[in-house]
């Protein structure tokens, strides 16, 4: 074929072009969709995917604990780390106080904080049920509760740092000043209305002192009972 008098071979241009044709019309007609394979990839080199490491979590018998990851080492403490001195809230509560102002910045930064450290355990809103709780973790205290509230900024902080009951402190994670940008974020949350009622809290000898009031009251009745003469006595007694 000739095109402006130079000769234009058609063979290799039908020879590409059909095919590639063909490929796109077939494409087209799934919807563009991504070509991807079920079957496994080939391999080149096994050594870049199959790696010989152990992974986090994983059992190992090159440590005499079967462990792979490593403790720390008693006595250390991270570079530029630093340890939490305090043991008790108390302790906290006399010499802390929160240092950073409640700014949009401050609450953005405490809220992505709080979404990576605290959500998976006391949910996005502080009250609802996580998928860990769902799986058998002990469900933890809800953040708007009363006593919750009643919290000072400083025993926030310490249960942030320390850890309380089965919750692990936090001061070797999260750095102190978004332990205080958290703290004023968890202000923000206890904000929202309860959803959900909160259990009465019982005395540990109401039970016994209700069963024994019952129980007293029930023969102080008996012996009045026994006492006190019957409406059909009273009609024979009477004339």
């Not at 074929?1 to 241009?13: D, G, H, L, Q």
């Not at 494409?27 to 391999?43: C, E, N, T, V, Y």
């Not at 108390?90 to 953005?108: F, G, Q, R, T, Y």
């Amino acid at each position: 074929m000739k095109i402006n008098n130079r000769n234009i071979p058609v063979t290799p241009i039908v020879l590409v072009g059909v095919p590639v044709l063909i490929f796109f019309i077939l494409w087209a007609a799934d919807g563009f969709h991504p070509l991807r394979s079920k079957d496994p990839p080939i391999q080149v080199r096994y050594d870049m995917y199959y790696q010989s490491k152990y992974m986090a979590q994983e059992p190992t018998t090159f440590f005499s604990d079967g462990k792979v990851m490593r403790d720390h080492v008693p006595g250390t403490i991270p570079r530029d780390g630093s340890i939490y001195p305090y043991t008790t809230p108390e302790e906290a509560e006399a010499e802390l106080s929160n240092p950073l102002a409640v700014i949009p910045d401050v609450l953005a930064r405490g809220k992505n904080r709080y979404n990576t450290f605290c959500a998976t355990c006391h949910s996005p809103s502080g009250q609802d049920t996580t998928e860990v709780v769902r799986r058998g973790l002990q469900k933890p205290p809800s953040l708007a509760a009363a006593n919750a509230k009643g919290y000072s900024d400083a025993r926030l902080f310490h249960v942030i740092s320390a850890g309380q009951n089965i919750m692990p402190g936090y001061a070797g994670k999260i750095p102190e000043q978004d332990r205080w940008a958290i703290v004023h974020y968890v202000r923000e949350l206890q904000k929202a209305p309860l959803k959900y009622p909160e259990a009465a809290s019982v005395p540990s000898d109401t039970t016994a002192a209700q069963n024994g009031g019952d129980s007293s009251a029930a023969e102080a009745a008996s012996s009045d009972s026994g006492n006190t003469p019957s409406a059909t006595e009273n009609t024979e007694q009477t004339p």
